[in-house]
């Protein structure tokens, strides 16, 4: 069974982390015609600025999981091969529930923005405002399926 949960929990990371790699391609693609647009051919096309946003919010948001797993945060690193064991030990519960702080704060506003949006559309790029707030919603709940890396050791 937890064999199966981890390869289950590869693929979602490796699925997600090539939706955040589309998502940086999109916003550099759209950022590249953006430039070319307004200064070459003096036609700026405003919708590019709100869909490179809602790109890299989608990227960040998708990553972040990835960058949990992996346990990307570099200040915490140094700290933690600073200290002795007995801190070692409380530093991992701090991480832990600052970590899962963060998550619950990025789901509940997540939700709310995504909920608040509804029917509404943006109107340079057409794009429904919910799904600006779901990527919020989504890389928290994505995290929460990685329980077993952010519980302390």
């Not at 998708?62 to 030990?89: C, E, H, N, T």
């Amino acid at each position: 069974m937890k064999n199966a949960f981890l390869t289950f929990e590869r693929w979602t990371t490796f699925i997600a982390m090539l939706g955040a790699c589309a998502m940086l391609t999109l916003a550099s693609a759209l950022g590249m015609f953006q430039i070319v647009t307004r200064f070459v051919l003096e036609q700026p096309a405003e919708w590019t600025e709100v869909l490179i946003r809602f790109s890299l919010i989608w990227m960040v948001f998708l990553a972040i999981p990835a960058a949990f797993r992996q346990g990307a945060m570099v200040s915490v690193d140094v700290l933690y091969r600073w200290s002795p064991p007995r801190i070692k030990r409380v530093l991992d519960w701090v991480v832990a529930l600052a970590a899962l702080a963060l998550i619950g704060i990025i789901i509940w506003y997540g939700w709310d923005y995504a909920q608040r949006g509804g029917g509404a559309e943006h109107g340079r790029a057409g794009v429904r405002l919910h799904v600006l707030g779901l990527p919020r919603h989504a890389g928290g709940r994505t995290f929460l399926h990685r329980r077993h890396h952010w519980q302390p050791r």
